[in-house]
């Protein structure tokens, strides 16, 4: 397994709106992310500055970018995307963090 981390922008005053979708994710997106190899995905938030910190563990060479052409994805990035910063596909802005450190 691997551990990828990343970051992501909420639109000013969308914290709760964020949380609340999250609280009740779709049975299909969590399932679709399962059988892709990802699990224990956790997201983050800085509030001073609306930053999500994410952190996933994925199977050699998986990784959570890689399901873009899947209709579930790109349904729930419409979904998301009144909410946080988004490319023009509606993908959520998503930059790599590189890991500085690790305890196991």
């Known amino acids: 397994m691997v551990r990828v981390a990343f970051k992501m922008k909420l639109h000013p005053n969308c914290r709760d709106e964020y949380k609340r979708r999250h609280d009740a994710i779709w ?6 992310l399962r059988s892709n ?3 224990d995905y956790s997201i983050f938030l800085d509030e001073e500055s ?10 050699e060479g998986a990784s959570s970018q890689d399901l873009s052409a899947n209709p579930i994805v790109q349904r729930w990035w419409a979904y998301m995307a009144d909410i946080m910063q988004t490319n023009p596909d509606k993908s959520p802005v998503s930059i790599p963090l590189t890991e500085v450190f690790h305890l196991e």
């Open 50 to 59: 609306d930053t999500l910190f994410a952190v996933q563990k994925t199977e």
């Open 37 to 39: 190899g990802i699990s």
């Open 27 to 32: 049975p299909e997106l969590t399932a679709l």
